[in-house]
């Protein structure tokens, strides 16, 4: 039916049709390959397969270059259609050091290049003198803690970072003793053991007052094994004897019984006490956490050839959550357990990211990275000795001090750039103010990153 006098008659209308029906038919199909990672190759008369690529980082002001060719735009950036392959980027800004990556395009896929941090390029301060080393930075950034040492003695040190004032803390130490820091999770009060196991020597510092200190000893009379802080807000101490485990106050000076020690090894995790301890019936070694007295079974290692001294010597390194890292000193073995499986590590040192689950483990010779499930990952293999790290932002990257160079390692994407060109013999870094403090030759610095 048509209207009187209409002009869009019914030969218009499926002469229209017609043309949407073949305009849908022509551009559908090149915008579903388009979107779907293919374009079209004019000189081949073919669609070809392409991927993509996505760039953030930090500073937002740096540049990108892909293979040479500078990116045009600001980060983010993402880049569609380009053909399978293998690339390079580089990512530079004034005043930093130049990040780069050499990966491979997958066709149909987007590879992304996101959570990186540039590391600004600075000169060192210099802050003290000295023959110096075991650098420790409480958890609050405020203070840090090192040992400075001659032939006749060494002393601990705290430097307040905020005012710059140091102060020493402890002094006239045999210099044969390594001295050995640990912080209070909250409040700046520092533990400083003067001896081997079993210790007595251990002096407590309020770093804010550390003419207040006192002396351990003063208040437990028998030989300590452990000690751990505990995560409270008033500074307290887990404390293992021979017997028994105590809980000290550090203001009141006093400590209260809690539970009889009849472990191999425990650790504190967020109040919940680990234990590693024999099975009566197998002789095999249970791992178990205890909250309010309700013990969870986490994992058991086997006896193996059923060498009890060999097994009596597991201990804990770490603790967190279900993820349990333990070193044998007889049998000099290292087990990273998560509750599922029992993975074997080289030994050596760890450090837990305080950002998220990553673990770091690392020998002289290799690095590895444990994201809190599956297996640990290696990162980094090299004939070139590595002494220790530091985790420098919540991207996890590293500062790794190797024997005679400091460099930057982003783990994700396995990219470095040295950092400081010399042999540097203690580090730490402070990674909410962006700020690295070390030791060489000639003494203290601090390198702003």
């Not at 809980?247 to 967020?270: G, H």
């Not at 950092?419 to 702003?448: C, M, P, S």
Request: proline share 6%.
């Amino acid at each position: 039916m048509e209207y009187p006098g209409t002009r869009f008659t019914r030969p218009w209308r499926r002469l229209l049709l017609f043309l949407v029906i073949l305009a849908f038919c022509g551009i559908t199909p090149p915008v579903v390959l388009s979107a779907t990672g293919f374009v079209y190759d004019w000189h081949l008369g073919i669609f070809k397969s392409t991927g993509a690529l996505s760039i953030d980082a930090l500073p937002s002001n740096a540049t990108a270059e892909l293979n040479g060719t500078k990116i045009t735009g600001r980060l983010p950036l993402r880049l569609n259609h380009l053909a399978p392959g293998t690339y390079t980027v580089n990512l530079s800004a004034p005043g930093f050091y130049t990040w780069k990556k050499t990966f491979d395009i997958k066709s149909k896929k987007t590879t992304y290049l996101k959570d990186i941090q540039l590391i600004a390029l600075a000169k060192s301060d210099f802050i003290t003198a000295g023959s110096l080393a075991g650098l420790s930075l409480s958890p609050s950034g405020r203070y840090l803690a090192y040992a400075s040492s001659t032939a006749a003695s060494q002393a601990a040190w705290l430097l307040d970072t905020q005012t710059g004032e140091n102060k020493m803390a402890l002094e006239k130490i045999d210099p044969a003793v390594p001295l050995s820091f640990a912080w209070s999770p909250k409040g700046d009060y520092l533990a400083v053991t003067l001896d081997s196991l079993p210790k007595n020597k251990i002096a407590i510092i309020p770093a804010f007052a550390p003419e207040r200190r006192f002396d351990l000893a003063n208040f437990i009379a028998n030989p300590i094994i452990k000690t751990m802080w505990a995560d409270t807000s008033d500074p307290e101490l887990y404390i293992g004897l021979p017997q028994q485990l105590l809980l000290f106050s550090v203001l009141n000076k006093e400590s209260r019984a809690m539970e009889p020690n009849q472990y191999l090894d425990w650790f504190v995790d967020k109040g919940r006490l680990a234990t590693l301890n024999f099975v009566s019936s197998t002789k095999d070694i249970a791992i178990t956490k205890d909250a309010l007295g309700f013990a969870s079974a986490l994992q058991t290692l086997p006896n193996g050839e059923g060498d009890m001294a060999a097994s009596s010597s597991w201990r804990f390194q770490m603790v967190s959550g279900d993820t349990v890292l333990m070193q044998n000193y007889i049998e000099h073995r290292r087990l990273l357990a998560d509750g599922k499986k029992i993975n074997s590590l080289p030994e050596g040192n760890f450090k837990l990211s305080p950002f998220n689950t990553w673990l770091f483990i690392w020998s002289p010779w290799e690095l590895w990275g444990f994201a809190g499930s599956g297996d640990p990952f290696l990162l980094n293999r090299s004939g070139e000795k590595l002494n220790t790290l530091a985790i420098l932002d919540e991207f996890n990257t590293l500062a790794l001090v190797w024997n005679n160079r400091v460099s930057a390692f982003f783990p994700v994407y396995g990219a470095s750039a040295t950092i400081i060109n010399h042999r540097v013999t203690a580090l730490t870094a402070d990674a909410n103010q962006r700020l690295i403090y070390f030791t060489d030759e000639k003494g203290l610095w601090k390198l702003a990153y």
